[in-house]
C-alpha cells in the first residue's frame, strides 16, 4: 500500500464499513477487480476528516457506514469493461432501473478518472446508533437515478432530513458534496489531485 494510505478502520476507530466491490453486492453483479478484501482503504488526510465527521454524527444519534473510498484504477476500468458489455438484466432493477448500463458514463454516474481512485473520495451513509439500524435515505448506494440527487423531488420528510444531516456533517469536515449521489463526497482539500493510484486492496 503507499505510505500516505491506511486502513480507514485503524485510524478511525468504530467506523463501520461494508465494502461493496469487494462483494457481490453491488452493480457489476460480482467483486470488481482490485478488490481482493473486504477492507475500506483511503488517504491519512480522508482518515482525519472522517474522524472529525464521525464524532460530529456521534452527537446527533448517528454513526457512519462506508460503502468504498479508494478505488484502484483497474476497478474503474473494470466497470468501462461492464458498462460496455450485454445487458443481462441481473442488477438493473436495483441499480439502473431507467437508463442502459452503456449510459453511466455519460450521465455522470460512475467517472473514467475517479476521486476514489486519488483516495479523495467516500461513499457512506448513516445508520442508528442505538439500534444499529441503517437511516433512511430514500434510496440506496449506486441507485443510477435522479432519485439520487441530494434534493431530488419526491422524497418523504425523513429521508430528506438525513441527507441533509449527512450534507452538512460532511460539509463542515472538508468534504464536497456530489449532485447526482447523496452518499458520495470529495476532499475539498486532496492530498494527491492529479494521481490516480492503481494498487489494489488486499
Avoid at 99 to 104: G, K, P, T, V
Avoid at 146 to 175: D, I, K, Y
Wanted: charged share 25%; glycine share 8%; aromatic share 12%.
Amino acid at each position: 500500500m503507499n505510505f500516505d494510505f491506511a486502513y480507514v478502520d485503524e485510524l478511525v476507530p468504530g467506523i463501520r464499513w461494508d465494502a461493496k466491490y469487494a462483494t457481490w453486492d453491488n452493480f457489476t453483479g460480482r467483486p470488481v477487480d482490485g478488490y481482493l478484501a473486504n477492507r475500506i482503504v483511503g488517504t491519512r488526510s480522508l482518515c482525519v476528516a472522517l474522524a472529525e465527521a464521525q464524532e460530529k454524527a456521534a452527537a446527533a444519534g448517528f454513526g457512519l457506514l462506508l460503502w468504498d473510498a479508494y478505488r484502484p484504477q483497474r476497478a474503474v476500468d473494470c466497470f468501462l469493461r461492464w458498462a460496455e458489455s450485454p445487458e443481462d438484466g441481473r442488477t438493473k432493477d436495483r441499480h439502473y432501473p431507467n437508463i442502459e448500463r452503456s449510459q453511466m458514463f455519460e450521465k455522470g454516474y460512475v467517472a473514467a478518472r475517479s476521486g476514489h481512485s486519488r483516495g479523495a473520495s467516500v461513499d457512506l451513509t448513516l445508520y442508528h446508533l442505538a439500534t444499529g439500524e441503517l437511516a433512511d435515505m430514500g434510496g440506496g448506494h449506486d441507485l443510477m437515478d435522479p432519485r439520487s440527487r441530494h434534493w431530488a423531488q419526491g422524497l418523504t420528510a425523513t429521508p430528506a432530513q438525513n441527507r441533509e444531516l449527512l450534507r452538512a456533517l460532511m460539509e463542515v469536515c472538508g468534504f464536497e458534496a456530489y449532485e447526482c449521489e447523496w452518499w458520495h463526497y470529495t476532499l475539498r482539500e486532496e492530498p494527491h489531485p492529479d494521481v490516480h493510484f492503481d494498487f489494489p486492496i488486499t
